[in-house]
Structure formats: structure tokens, C-alpha cells
């Protein structure tokens, strides 16, 4: 799944014995993985911080869990370690983190994310705007945050209603309802019709 190369296992072992905490591993996981604004991220995990569906592996020197809902977008993924003129760098490449992975068994936050990110947020980009999930409650409610043009323009309640709420409903019947949280007395870079 993840190829930690022997100068990133060296690396982070080293890291991990200054932390001062007997049995703390690394969680390695991605934020909004399927999307354009993937990000691939390792944590400090402590003894008791890793995640029911985490799976873990054993490295030189160290423990990694990687997050379940993660593996899918971290197939490929390559952490190494360079050192440079600054001391050195770790980088972690994951070719698949903003690739849209979606089926039927996949999160609903997942699917939500692919729909507005592929579906909806085209659309709104003609008006210099977008649209983002800032959560997803466990009553199955998504949050939604508009940004840009979509920020203080005078349509976003057809917007909302007639465009993203409409498609996400109608593709997610597991969703109850969509909520829009964006203050939209800020209207700097409001979108207006000419």
C-alpha cells in the first residue's frame, strides 16, 4: 500500500524516539481524498489515538496505521526522506489522493464531496464561486459552505435550493437534509448578473 523508503522508515523512527511517549506510532490518513483539495497527512499517534477501522503495519523501528477510508487513496503512495542544504525533507507522494473513487460502499461524506466537486462546483466556477462540505452531522445532515462569487450573491438561496440541494438529495436519498452556513452578509466578491 504505502512504500515508506528505508531513508523515510530512518527518519521517522529517529522522530519518533524523541517524543517521549513508549508505543507512539504514526497515522497516516487523507483529508477530503477524491477531491482537488486532497491532502495527504501523517500525525503522531499515541497508544489509544489510532482509529477503530485503521490498519496497522510495521516498519524498521516504528508502527504506522493508516486510516481505513484512506487505503483507497493511498494506493501508490510513496514516503521518502531527501536531506538537503536545510537538514532534509519529508515528502509524501500519493498519486491517487484526488483521484474520485466513489461505489456504492463508499462514505457518504465521500460521496458528497465527489458530487459537489464534480457535479456542482463546475457550474458555480462560471460565476467565480464554489461550494464546499464543512460537515456532514450524524443525523446525516450536510453542512455546506459557499465561497467566492457564491459569498453574499443575491441568488444563493436558488442556488441552494434549485441546484446543489435538488442534486445531492436526489443522488443521496441517505442524506435528510442540506444546510448552508456561508454568511452571506459579506458580499466583497459577490457574483452579480450584468
Not at 16 to 35: H, N, S, W
Amino acid at each position: 500500500m504505502i512504500d515508506i523508503t528505508e531513508s523515510g522508515q530512518k527518519y521517522l523512527s529517529e522522530l519518533l524516539a524523541k517524543q517521549d511517549c513508549e508505543g507512539i506510532a504514526i497515522r497516516v490518513f487523507v483529508l477530503d481524498g477524491g477531491t482537488p483539495k486532497a491532502e495527504t497527512c501523517i500525525a503522531f499517534c499515541r497508544p489509544g489515538e489510532e482509529q477503530e477501522d485503521d490498519e496497522a503495519f510495521e516498519y524498521e523501528g516504528f508502527r504506522a496505521f493508516i486510516e481505513g477510508k484512506s487505503k483507497v487513496y493511498l494506493e501508490d503512495a510513496v514516503v521518502d526522506y531527501a536531506k538537503d542544504s536545510m537538514g532534509g525533507q519529508l515528502t509524501i507522494k500519493a498519486p491517487n489522493s484526488r483521484m474520485p473513487k466513489i461505489d456504492d460502499n463508499s462514505p457518504l461524506q465521500d460521496k458528497v464531496n465527489y458530487i459537489l466537486y464534480n457535479q456542482i462546483n463546475p457550474g458555480l466556477q462560471s460565476h467565480g464561486g464554489f461550494v464546499t462540505l464543512e460537515e456532514l452531522t450524524s443525523e446525516n445532515i450536510a453542512v455546506l459552505r459557499f465561497g467566492g462569487g457564491c459569498q453574499g450573491c443575491g441568488m444563493v438561496d436558488v442556488t441552494l435550493k434549485e441546484g446543489v440541494e435538488k442534486t445531492l438529495m436526489d443522488q443521496l436519498p441517505e442524506l435528510s437534509a442540506v444546510k448552508d452556513v456561508t454568511d452571506h452578509s459579506y458580499q466583497e466578491n459577490a457574483y452579480y448578473p450584468q
